[in-house]
């Protein structure tokens, strides 16, 4: 199997401890626990014509977008592992 998630995506998510190989909903439930883990919230999500927007409302109001949700999802986790990984902070 292989991840929903597109190439550069994996290896950042991955260091949040969970399978990216995860079926779609399970890899949506473990990206949203591991923002949660990252004292993330998150507000709401919609989908339009372009993809998915989530929207992350604490530590900081940013909105995040991806074709899928779980991309989405993953952007706003690597905004909130930034310093995790060792990219500093970066706009969604």
Known sequence: MTTALPADLPAAVARA?????????ALQNAILSAIDDRGGYIGEWWSDG???CVLLLSPVREAFRGL???IALAWCLVYLMSNELGIGQFAG
């Open 50 to 52: 372009a993809g998915c």
């Open 17 to 25: 401890g969970f399978n990216v190989d995860l079926e779609e909903r």
């Open 68 to 70: 899928m949700l779980e």
